[in-house]
């Protein structure tokens, strides 16, 4: 079981994330509705794995999980977004990213990218 920190700035889709890595027995640790609180959140609980929206007011997903990286080069974070941000995405794989999932997704897509970036 994995220690997770859910973040996106739309509560139904914490609340989708949340419900598929809960039945897939994880652990939500902490949540975060933009980058600023993320990089917070992931100081103060330091999760297992971290799953990041990129789209976000304030600071986006690629900026917060640069400053995550710097916190913590080993950090795993999943990017989870919307079709068509596939330039964000190169980048965010480039700055260590271990999987991406597409929003609107099947729950088992990310238990599935949750397993593969924590190597279970």
């Known amino acids: 079981m994995a220690r997770i ?20 027995g994880h652990e939500i640790v902490g949540e975060a509705e933009n980058g600023n609180m993320a990089v917070e959140q992931f100081k103060a609980l330091k999760p297992d794995l971290v799953t990041m929206d990129i789209t976000m007011r304030e600071k986006d997903g690629i900026e917060a999980t640069k400053e995550i990286m710097k916190i ?11 079709l068509g941000q596939e330039d964000l995405l190169a980048k965010a794989i480039k700055m260590g990213v271990k999987d991406f999932v597409v929003k609107p997704f099947p729950p088992e897509r990310l238990q599935q990218a949750a397993a593969k970036a924590l190597g279970i």
Request: charged share 25%.
């Open 72 to 82: 913590d080069s080993t950090a795993r974070v999943i990017m989870v977004t919307a």
């Open 5 to 24: 920190l859910v973040v996106d700035d739309a509560k139904f889709m914490r609340t989708l994330v949340k419900d598929a890595l809960t039945s897939a």
